[in-house]
């Protein structure tokens, strides 16, 4: 048996204020064609299908595209909530979805919901919190639930695996093993969430995580997040996106497929010069720009030769200077005219001396404005 893990797909998102709408319509119908080609059985989809707890229309439409799509390729396909779901909205209507081997899990009522294929038993777990176990358990307890390993511990406890099955696990959590935190990335929002270890899971012959948005394995190969089927902040723009492909046969003999994007995500670095004589792409684009000298309307000229440049960074000697302090003065001995002012304070804002154009510049913006008063 075929199966395809993926997670985190986040419809609806925005980077900045550039839509990804097209993207993601574009990488969903690359998973539709990979699941034709690899002959797949089973899609699991580990959590954060929608990006807000409120998604936009367009994106419901997207994701109810995408499960009709595939359940006419008769496949199963298991999905668990992640921590930016509703898991009210997200199992709207999963009762009837059942019925088409659709099966969404979204809640935790003292068992894990298993879904059993031939030989394989998958056990759907949403995305959950300890404060979510209060009202399984008496008071006394709960005091022991102080955090997020105690808590998987328990409900684990709770589950009697067949060892004569091949057992999966979908969960949306964060795991790492021992001290080594996992790799993370900017577009991720673990805020505080306290880490699980992945020896919990030893049970289980396949752990398919999401809530990660890079793709990496925990502790051993078939524990593994699948990551981000797109990239979704400038800090994964050299990552490379895919899906997991698992034959039951040989679960550790596993296959990252690539995920070929609509556009790549890109980081020019240069001054503006150079960067203006780089070769024109329809990428999404973020720039780095090295001139100590002052740009007029950077982005506007960039975005002349770059039309999906969204993000743009200085990175000179200006980025690095200590501006904390910003009550500090300037001290000036004896009497100084307006020029010597500036060129006292333009050392102290950049570092550095003005150039000769700088300096003509300053001159005479100070010479009009004298003589103006």
């Given at each position: 048996m075929k199966i395809l893990h993926t997670s985190d797909l986040h419809l609806g998102?925005?980077?900045?204020?550039?839509?990804?709408?097209d993207d993601q319509e574009y990488i969903l119908n690359e998973i539709v064609r990979i699941v034709e080609e690899k002959e797949v059985n089973v899609v699991m989809i580990s959590g954060d299908i929608y990006d807000k707890t409120i998604p936009r229309a367009d994106a419901i439409k997207l994701f109810d595209d995408f499960i009709t799509t595939l359940s006419k390729e008769n496949v199963k396909i298991l999905i668990t909530s992640g921590n930016h779901d509703s898991n009210e909205r997200l199992a709207f209507g999963s009762k009837i979805f059942n019925e088409f081997n659709i099966h969404i899990a979204t809640s935790y009522e003292g068992?894990?919901?298993?879904?059993?294929?031939?030989?394989?038993?998958?056990?759907?777990?949403?995305?959950?919190?300890?404060?979510?176990?209060?009202?399984?358990?008496?008071?006394?307890?709960?005091?022991?639930?102080n955090d997020s390993n105690s808590m998987m511990e328990w409900i684990l406890k709770r589950e009697n695996l067949d060892e004569n099955k091949k057992n999966i696990l979908l969960a949306h959590q964060f795991v790492q093993k021992g001290e080594v935190p996992p790799k993370q990335s900017d577009s991720e929002s673990v805020g505080t969430l306290d880490p699980i270890q992945v020896s919990l899971f030893d049970d289980f012959d396949y752990v398919a995580l999401g809530h990660l948005h890079r793709p990496q394995s925990v502790g051993r190969e078939t524990v593994r997040y699948s990551g981000t089927?797109?990239?979704?902040?400038?800090?994964?723009?050299k990552d490379e996106k895919s899906v997991v492909i698992i034959d039951?046969?040989?679960?550790?003999?596993?296959?990252?497929?690539?995920?070929?994007?609509?556009?790549?995500?890109?980081?020019?670095?240069?001054?503006?010069?150079?960067?203006?004589?780089?070769?024109?792409?329809?990428?999404?684009?973020?720039?780095?720009?090295?001139?100590?000298?002052t740009i007029i309307s950077p982005m506007?000229?960039?975005?002349?030769?770059f039309e999906n440049?969204?993000?743009?960074?200085?990175?000179?000697?200006?980025?690095?200077?200590?501006?904390?302090?910003?009550?500090?003065?300037?001290?000036?001995?004896?009497?100084?005219?307006?020029?010597?002012?500036?060129?006292?304070?333009?050392?102290?804002?950049?570092?550095?001396?003005?150039?000769?154009?700088?300096?003509?510049?300053?001159?005479?913006?100070?010479?009009?404005?004298?003589?103006?008063?």
């Open positions: 998102k925005n980077l900045l204020e550039e839509s990804l709408q068992k894990i919901e298993k879904v059993s294929v031939e030989d394989v038993d998958f056990y759907l777990l949403p995305f959950l919190k300890p404060f979510h176990l209060k009202d399984l358990m008496g008071d006394e307890e709960y005091e022991n639930i089927p797109l990239k979704y902040s400038f800090s994964e723009a039951t046969d040989d679960i550790e003999g596993f296959e990252l497929v690539e995920l070929k994007p609509r556009r790549d995500m890109k980081i020019l670095k240069g001054t503006f010069e150079q960067v203006m004589y780089m070769e024109p792409t329809d990428d999404i684009i973020k720039v780095k720009l090295l001139d100590e000298n506007e000229r960039i975005r002349e030769r440049a969204i993000a743009l960074e200085f990175v000179n000697i200006r980025s690095f200077i200590d501006t904390s302090d910003e009550g500090r003065e300037i001290i000036v001995e004896g009497e100084a005219n307006h020029y010597e002012l500036f060129d006292l304070f333009f050392k102290e804002q950049n570092g550095r001396e003005m150039t000769e154009e700088e300096e003509n510049c300053i001159k005479s913006i100070i010479e009009s404005l004298e003589g103006d008063m």
